[in-house]
């Protein structure tokens, strides 16, 4: 049996990886067919929280980072990667301050996080991405445009799509079920007693119903707690659990109980999972929408990615 043994180095000169090859007829240089194998990249990023709802920050705005969908629900897993409800890229637009690239927890590109919106806004703020003079940042989601304002310390204001897709009176396994579309399709059911709502497997259960929700839907289970305050629990599609806070799901929440009449105000106080409270305001058209609340860099770090 002839052996040879193969030795992989990375060549600075010439930055390219090859590999050393010996043999009974000696050695040479050559390149591997699949150089992806040996390389490895380390990546800076930013872990940031918005009301609970958790997120990585990358700045890509030199386009140095590009991930798979793999890699990305490996570093959003908890316990064996950073762990995270989904992942940011910073990246820069033409026409605004910079664009924000957005992929679920599953590695897949998400639709619109409103409090993913509010994290992106306060790292550029961070990172020192200049706001307008009269304090704004405009930035690009989905090949929509959106505004915000940072209006304190880890505080952050932001200017929401208006609703579109109202639907009332839906009839599910003996729930009343409602939804709206606030830059993500969410459903809405109400409940008398928040901690007793099955979130997980009701939620999971109505996801999936693609006959009502192409494309499946995020679940908000409500509780009004006064004329101008709820509760709100989500089962966020694309994370495929509860997460501590959504703020496409608090908007939904506020303006469809606004809707039926069941708040009085357009100002409401809703008060997600993790005990935070987001204010949602709007006008009674609902033409102007605005999510604020907490935002914040939790640690910054580095990571290795194969």
């Known amino acids: 049996m002839r052996r040879q043994c193969f030795i992989i180095s990375y060549d600075r000169d010439r930055q390219d990886w090859h590999s050393r090859r010996f043999g009974a007829t000696g050695c040479r240089w050559f390149r591997p067919h699949n150089r992806k194998a040996f390389m490895s990249m380390e990546i800076t990023f930013s872990k940031l929280s918005g009301a609970g709802n958790d997120f990585i920050v990358i700045d890509n705005r030199a386009r140095t980072v590009t991930l798979t969908a793999a890699q990305i629900r490996a570093l959003c897993t908890r316990r064996t990667g950073i762990g995270a409800d989904g992942l940011i890229l910073i990246e820069p637009s033409e026409r605004f301050d910079f664009s924000m690239n957005y992929h679920n927890a599953d590695g897949l590109l998400g639709s619109m996080c409103g409090n993913g919106g509010r994290c992106a806004v ?19 989601a989905n090949g929509n445009r959106y505004d915000a304002w940072v209006t304190g310390h880890e505080s952050v204001r932001l200017r929401m799509l208006a609703p579109e897709e109202f639907r009332s009176g839906l009839e599910i396994d003996g729930m009343t079920c409602h939804s709206v579309n606030t830059g993500s399709p969410h459903a809405i059911i109400y409940t008398s007693d928040i901690e007793q709502a099955d979130v997980t497997d009701t939620g999971r259960a109505i996801r999936h119903m693609t006959d009502l929700f192409p494309g499946g839907t995020n679940v908000n289970f409500i509780e009004i707690t006064s004329p101008d305050s709820l509760s709100v629990r989500t089962f966020e599609r694309g994370v495929e659990d509860e997460t501590l806070a959504c703020g496409t799901g608090a908007v939904a929440a506020a303006l469809m109980s606004h809707r039926l009449g069941k708040i009085t105000g357009t100002t409401v106080h809703v008060r997600v999972r993790s005990g935070e409270i987001l204010e949602i305001g709007f006008s009674e058209n609902m033409e102007e929408v605005f999510l604020k609340g907490p935002a914040k860099i939790v640690y910054r770090g580095s990571v290795i990615v194969d």
């Open 122 to 140: 306060y790292f550029a703020h961070a990172i020192g991405i200049a706001a307008s003079p009269e304090g704004a940042y405009a930035f690009e």
